[in-house]
Every structure is written in C-alpha cells, then in structure tokens.
C-alpha cells in the first residue's frame, strides 16, 4: 500500500493558493482514478483506491501546513507504512519557477514548514517528493502573502501543466519507476 499526500491548508479561502498545490494535484488524481475524498480520518480526508495496480491512501491533511506531519505520522504508523518505500509528498516550492517539477528521492525539508514536520513526526527524511514550483518571491517580499496568494493567470497556466507532470511522476512512482520519472518529469514544462 502506498500513501500519496499533498499538502494545504483546509478552508475554501486558501483554495488554489501557492500552498494548495498539492491538494489541487491530490484531487486531480482523485478525479482520474475515481477515488472519492470523503473520509476523514487521522486529521485529513482520505480516498482510498487503486493506482496503476497499486493500492493507495490518498490525503489532504487538515492540520494547517504547519503540522502535516501529525496526520502523515499517524497514517503511517496505523497503516505499517515505511516512508522512504511508501510515501510520496506532493507540495509546493518557493525557490522554483512556475511550471517546474522537482522530484526527489528524499531530502531536507528545505526551509518547507510542511515537510520540515513530517520529517519531525516520520523520523525520516527518506521519503519521496515532487515539489511544484509557484514562483519565486521577490527580494524582500512578504513570504506569508506570497505562499497563501493565488498565482498570477500566467503562473497558474504554467502550474496547471506542471500538475499533469506530477500525476505522472506519481503513476511512474507507483511502479517502482522513481528514475524514470525523474528522468521525465524533472524541470521546467514547455508550452
């Protein structure tokens, strides 16, 4: 079993912001594989289902971004799930450019508070990751303002293509193919 996790914030006014990306890629997928978002447990929704051949947990934790970890901490303990073969984040970027995808076999948390804490919560920085980039913030901006703001429409063009990128690094992931998506997914998307 595999828990794929896109981080957010919950509540409609922080919908489709820089931060939600991962929740926007989360029900993407949902979407494509018919998997409904409707339980709740473990301080998030989850869909459970299957994904090329693969059993999946999908989550949107709702602890706010700052605490991802006690949802994804938990679901992984009461599900016997070891990060580093069994999860994959999904989240958003500050330092990347709209429309590029960066996949990660594991890492440091990178300044991201949500990862920093499911780092903190998982024991682990081996995990996967496809981090999404939302553009960068301009010298000496208002970093809060700018991760809970929506992207301009150019920006959010960009991103919307970088999300079809990432559901197909996840599918790649869940075949046991991280190489591969890297090799494919890895950079800035074309028009």
Same mark, same amino acid.
């Given at each position: 079993?595999?828990?794929?996790? /896109?981080?957010?914030?919950?509540?409609?006014?922080?919908?489709?912001?820089?931060?939600?990306? /991962?929740?926007?890629?989360?029900d993407?997928?949902?979407?494509?594989? $018919?998997?409904?978002?409707?339980?709740?447990?473990?301080?998030a929704?989850?869909?459970?289902? $299957?994904?090329?051949?693969?059993?999946?947990?999908?989550?949107?934790?709702?602890?706010?971004?700052?605490?991802?970890?006690?949802?994804?901490?938990?679901?992984?303990?009461?599900?016997?799930?070891?990060?580093? $073969?069994?999860?994959?984040?999904?989240?958003?970027?500050?330092?990347?450019?709209?429309?590029?995808?960066?996949?990660?076999?594991?890492?440091?948390?990178?300044?991201? $508070?949500?990862?920093k804490?499911?780092?903190?919560?998982?024991?682990?920085?081996?995990?996967k990751?496809?981090?999404?980039?939302?553009?960068?913030?301009?010298? /000496?901006?208002?970093?809060?303002?700018?991760?809970?703001?929506?992207?301009?429409?150019?920006?959010?063009?960009?991103?919307?293509?970088?999300?079809?990128?990432?559901?197909?690094?996840?599918?790649?992931?869940?075949?046991?193919?991280?190489?591969?998506?890297?090799?494919?997914?890895? /950079?800035?998307?074309?028009?």
């Amino acid at each position: 079993m595999y828990l794929v996790v /896109g981080l957010g914030n919950p509540g409609a006014k922080y919908d489709h912001t820089r931060h939600n990306v /991962g929740f926007d890629v989360i029900d993407l997928l949902a979407s494509k594989y $018919n998997i409904e978002m409707r339980e709740q447990k473990f301080k998030a929704i989850l869909g459970r289902g $299957n994904i090329c051949g693969q059993s999946v947990i999908l989550a949107k934790p709702q602890t706010f971004m700052n605490l991802s970890g006690e949802s994804v901490g938990a679901i992984c303990h009461f599900y016997k799930l070891d990060p580093a $073969n069994d999860l994959i984040v999904i989240s958003d970027d500050v330092t990347l450019e709209a429309g590029t995808t960066r996949i990660r076999r594991k890492g440091s948390a990178g300044g991201h $508070n949500g990862l920093k804490s499911i780092i903190s919560c998982c024991g682990t920085q081996e995990f996967k990751r496809i981090k999404i980039g939302v553009g960068r913030l301009e010298p /000496g901006g208002d970093m809060v303002a700018h991760v809970l703001g929506r992207m301009p429409q150019e920006d959010r063009k960009l991103a919307d293509l970088s999300y079809e990128r990432a559901i197909g690094a996840v599918e790649l992931m869940l075949q046991d193919d991280l190489d591969q998506a890297m090799n494919l997914y890895n /950079g800035k998307v074309t028009e």
